[in-house]
């Protein structure tokens, strides 16, 4: 079974138009989740951590969220330089292992 | 700067040889993980170490090698017993995990491709 579920698998923006990008998770205790951001051909570079439901974070056009069984990453008026694959990865409290999901691929239209 | 570093950018390797991908990070982290990233199928953990000397199986550890003589260095070597090794392999490293969540923090990766 999925420890980590990304939905949509890909999403197609007009420049300015927000929308959000949904990451599920079975784990029975949550240490953190984390989102990364990943350019094609590169490694994911780190953009959020949440640790308990209620919590957001915020940066640049970027807003993550939480609650007990998700978070929602928030685009507000995106630009093409958003265009990219954003992943979603959760710890659990039992160990070290990290659960990633497929990610979300994003292209912004000018 | 701190930071992971991933050698080669590319690589490519007969049908039955063995070859070693380098991993080097300075941030100080105890862990160090192996990745496999292929289209659709998100990151697959290989191997993972939380101290020098020790290593544990992935989830797909089968057809690869690896150690941890260093803190600094974890390479990996894909040997001619994995089956399908084209893929792109993302290696990382964390803060000890005891405590608070651990930031994985992700090396540029090693594109290698079975000619």
């Known amino acids: 079974e999925d420890q980590v579920t990304q939905s949509p698998e890909a999403l197609r923006l007009q420049e300015g138009e927000s929308s959000s990008l949904n990451c599920s998770y079975t784990v029975s205790g949550l240490r953190g989740l984390f989102w990364y951001r990943q350019d094609p051909g590169k490694g994911p570079e780190f953009l959020f951590t949440l640790y308990s439901a209620g919590e957001e974070k915020e940066k640049e056009r970027l807003k993550a969220t939480l609650t007990k069984k998700e978070s929602f990453l928030h685009i507000t008026a995106p630009k093409p330089e958003d265009s990219a694959t954003y992943l979603c990865?959760?710890?659990?409290?039992?160990?070290?292992?990290?659960?990633f999901g497929t990610g979300t691929s994003l292209t912004v239209i000018p | 700067d701190g930071g992971i570093t991933q050698s080669p950018k590319y690589l490519f390797r007969k049908e039955g040889q063995n070859v070693t991908l380098s991993c080097e990070q300075n941030l100080n982290h105890d862990a160090m993980y192996w990745y496999r990233q292929d289209p659709g199928q998100g990151l697959r953990l290989i191997y993972y170490s939380q101290i020098v000397n020790d290593f544990q199986k992935g989830d797909i550890a089968e057809g690869y090698s690896v150690s941890r003589e260093k803190k600094e260095s974890f390479p990996l070597t894909v040997t001619s017993a994995q089956k399908n090794p084209t893929a792109f392999y993302l290696c990382?490293?964390?803060?000890?995990?005891?405590?608070?969540?651990?930031?994985?923090?992700f090396g540029p990766g090693t594109r290698l491709t079975v000619l």
């Open positions: 990865a959760v710890q659990e409290n039992t160990g070290n292992q990290f659960y």
């Open positions: 990382a490293s964390s803060p000890s995990g005891s405590g608070g969540a651990s930031l994985v923090i």
